[in-house]
């Protein structure tokens, strides 16, 4: 028999025992061995939160959404190179409107939002919107991976 217990607040997480004769006493007929595991989930997570381990709600990751043939392109360069940085980044494969994109976006929990339309590729310069709530950016389209990546 033994039990996980957390040391800063006495609670037992989890335990596990062998129960011979259990069945026995229960039945009065079979005598079988047996073994039990419990684990309190509710424990868990409370001591989880309380250590800083329990995985950040926050938004995560980037959507680059895109306007135009060219538009396209550019998109599928800077989310290539924001997978090159490690960052989870989602782009538009189904053609669909702005408006759809913006809101996928917004579903998925996606923390930042890149808007590339074809003036976007001209100029060279991109807007980047922090779903959190924080002041849009501006970059170039070259170093927008590497601006995005210094915010995360």
């Known amino acids: 028999m033994f039990e ?3 040391p800063v ?23 079988v061995c047996g073994l039990g595991f419990a684990a309190g989930l509710e424990r868990l997570v409370a001591v989880m939160k ?9 938004r995560k990751g980037v959507y680059v959404a895109s306007m135009g043939k ?9 989310a290539t190179d ?7 980044t989602e782009t538009d494969l189904m053609d669909r409107s702005l408006k759809a994109q913006m809101k996928y ?12 339309g074809d003036s976007e590729v001209e100029s060279g310069k991109i807007t980047v919107k ?13 170093d927008g ?5 210094d915010r995360l």
Request: a negative charge; proline letters at 2%; charged letters at 20%.
């Open 9 to 31: 607040s006495g609670l037992t997480l989890a335990g596990c025992g062998r129960y011979d004769g259990l069945v026995c006493e229960l039945d009065g007929k079979m005598s």
């Open 130 to 142: 922090d779903m959190d709530g924080g002041d849009p950016f501006e970059t170039t389209l070259a």
């Open 105 to 116: 976006a917004d579903k998925t929990g996606t923390r930042f939002v890149v808007v590339i």
């Open 50 to 58: 309380e250590r800083g381990l329990f995985p950040s709600l926050s």
């Open 4 to 6: 996980f217990i957390d």
């Open 70 to 78: 060219n538009a396209v392109a550019a998109a599928n360069r800077l």
């Open 82 to 88: 924001l997978r090159g940085l490690g960052i989870r």
């Open 145 to 149: 991976a590497n601006a995005i990546f």
